[in-house]
């Protein structure tokens, strides 16, 4: 059984928001993107179709269930990390507002949680939880539409990169990301690429 966890395409909103499970919708260019990406998607020859059910990753898996003739399976647990009471705030009016627990985050977002959200260690259980829950059928191939943060928390669980230090993993926007089950257990099934920048937290 293979699963591709596939980022969704290009959102709005402006630089320096915070921005998780906040509804927002895609970007002309992420628009644009659709096209290309279905078609990405479309040579692992997906037989189901799951997504985040947060419109930037739905409407990219319309796209590819619409190339397949499959039905698309909603699913919230693929959502993005949740920010709580800093979604949808510019990081400088959280810093302004919120400076200690704002520092703590950023020193220890692992176990951490911003105020009435998730931490990046939460998320990961979230996203293993989804993960475990899917049907293991023989020779399926499942293409999920999903976010940054649920990717890089999947690779770390799979491979020895930290979660403190999986954010130097790029998980470009539209990327795919091969999960694979094999002998009762899952693996990464391809190379992940490290960015040469210094860790980066932001997840979209």
Same mark, same amino acid.
């Not at 966890?5 to 630089?15: F, I, N, Q, V």
């Not at 479309?42 to 796209?63: F, M, N, Y």
């Not at 647990?77 to 810093?95: P, Q, S, V, Y």
């Not at 979660?163 to 190379?191: M, N, Q």
């Given at each position: ?11 709005? #909103?402006?630089? #320096? !928001? ?13 628009? @644009? ?13 997906p037989t189901r179709i799951i997504s985040s059910d947060l419109q ?24 993005? !990390?949740h920010f709580g009471d800093w979604e949808n705030r510019t990081w ?9 627990? !704002? ?13 009435? #959200?998730?931490?990046?260690r939460q998320l990961q259980e979230r996203a293993l939880g989804a ?17 940054? #943060? ?24 539209? @990327? ?11 693996? !990464? ?16």
């Amino acid at each position: 059984m293979n699963v591709y966890l596939m980022r969704h395409p290009a959102r709005e #909103g402006e630089a #320096g !928001l915070c921005i998780g499970q906040t509804d927002v919708a895609l970007s002309a260019e992420g628009l @644009s993107s659709l096209p290309r990406l279905g078609q990405e998607a479309e040579k692992v020859k997906p037989t189901r179709i799951i997504s985040s059910d947060l419109q930037r990753c739905r409407i990219l898996a319309e796209t590819i269930a619409g190339m397949r003739n499959l039905s698309v399976n909603i699913n919230p647990e693929w959502r993005e !990390l949740h920010f709580g009471d800093w979604e949808n705030r510019t990081w400088d009016e959280i810093r302004h507002a919120d400076p200690k627990r !704002l520092a703590a985050w950023m020193n220890h977002y692992v176990e951490v949680a911003p105020p009435d #959200g998730e931490s990046f260690r939460q998320l990961q259980e979230r996203a293993l939880g989804a993960l475990h829950r899917l049907d293991r059928t023989a020779h399926e191939t499942i293409v999920v539409a999903t976010h940054c #943060g649920v990717i890089r928390a999947l690779i770390s669980a799979f491979s020895d990169v930290s979660l403190t230090r999986v954010f130097e993993i790029s998980v470009p926007y539209g @990327s795919l990301t091969h999960l694979c089950w094999r002998d009762e257990k899952w693996a !990464l099934g391809s190379t992940v690429e490290r960015t040469d920048n210094s860790v980066q937290r932001e997840v979209q």
